[in-house]
């Protein structure tokens, strides 16, 4: 019997599955106030992306770092309220499979972007390419 | 009887073997078979991610390469853009009361709130495939210039997913219908509402970067 209790009281730190629900606490409506939160967060931080593109409020070269630093902002919003990650023990595998694919992202898009722009900067146009070959 | 007895099914459950709360991380057994095949979708979806980064990085390359054709400032429509986004996040909040109505199991409930999904979702579909259809009656389909290839790409290769995910929906609620809440049907559950959260993630980068970017001057 005992061992049950050691199980269930460190039941706190077993793993949890990514997007798990856990309504063991205080039921649904503390789930939907957790979902009801994301939602106002997540369309408040569109809302603001929109009005950040046409607004002007924001000095123009700005704008698309702004609008990165909110869609950032708004992938977390959805990966606390929705997805319901945490930086708990019970969410480390999760958090570390969700770091290194960020890593991979980063990569792969920053190298892209970093390689074509040395190679914009160092070769010909395409234009002057063509011309050389008529 | 206490020196060496049986180990009985309910032990067994009650020790965490079969979809208990084994304590992990190598005490006390292997993980539940929920955590380890949500695990294994949240990687699917990590890879998914990742596979989407290299359209990101080819559209991002090929976002000036009009070849004379237009670009997305004169080709984007941002109010239809706002309706697909309002569409999909409500979408998303409507799967995340499903799967409270699932872990509640609440039948009715969880079919409302799949039906809800599936409608906000396939609007969101209808909205893209207005869009597209637009644009290839007008010429400027996905043949037309290196931007418009690398747009197609990208942002119907996110369309696939939703098309899939609404099958995969309506597949869920069939199988809650005919089977209930058994645990089988409760792990695709949990890896269904993980597959739709992360295509509204990958939502949010699209309207970012293709369009609300396209549009700033």
Not at chain 2, 66 to 86: I, K, Y
Request: aromatic share 10%; glycine share 10%; hydrophobic share 55%.
């Amino acid at each position: 019997m005992s061992e049950f209790h050691d199980a269930s009281a460190s039941g706190a730190e077993a793993d949890l599955a990514p997007g798990e629900e856990q309504l063991d606490g205080s039921g649904v409506a503390h789930g939907v106030r957790g979902y009801l939160i994301g939602l106002v967060l997540a369309a408040g931080l569109t809302a603001a992306s929109f009005y950040v593109c046409f607004s002007g409020l924001i000095y123009g070269p700005a704008v698309p770092a702004a609008l990165v630093a909110l869609a950032v902002a708004q992938m977390g919003v959805h990966l606390v309220f929705f997805l319901h990650l945490t930086t708990g023990p019970d969410n480390t595998n999760n958090v570390l499979a969700l770091a290194f694919g960020v890593l991979i992202v980063t990569l792969v898009i920053g190298g892209s972007l970093w390689i074509m722009a040395n190679l914009d900067h160092n070769m010909l146009p395409m234009t002057r390419v063509v011309e050389m070959q008529r | 009887m206490t020196a060496a007895h049986p180990v009985d099914s309910d032990s067994i459950v009650q020790m965490g073997l079969e979809g208990g709360a084994a304590p992990g991380r190598g005490t006390g057994g292997p993980a539940s078979k929920r955590v380890y095949v949500g695990y294994g979708f949240w990687i699917f979806i990590l890879s998914d991610m990742v596979m989407f980064s290299a359209f990101f990085a080819a559209y991002a390359v090929l976002a000036d390469a009009t070849a004379g054709g237009p670009s997305g400032r004169q080709l984007f429509d941002l109010t239809n853009v706002a309706w697909e986004t309002a569409c999909l996040l409500l979408s998303s909040f409507a799967c995340g009361l499903a799967s409270i109505a699932a872990a509640s199991r609440n039948a009715l409930w969880f079919h409302i709130a799949m039906a809800v999904t599936f409608v906000l979702g396939a609007a969101f579909l209808g909205l893209e495939l207005k869009e597209f259809a637009g644009l290839a009656a007008a010429g400027d389909g996905p043949q037309r210039s290196a931007f418009l290839s690398a747009f197609f790409t990208l942002v119907g290769c996110h369309g696939l997913h939703i098309t899939a995910g609404l099958l995969w929906l309506l597949t869920m609620m069939a199988q809650v219908a005919a089977k209930g809440f058994r645990a089988d049907i409760m792990r695709r559950i949990l890896c269904f509402t993980l597959f739709w959260h992360a295509l509204d993630i990958i939502w949010v980068a699209i309207f970012t970067v293709v369009y609300l970017m396209g549009k700033t001057p």
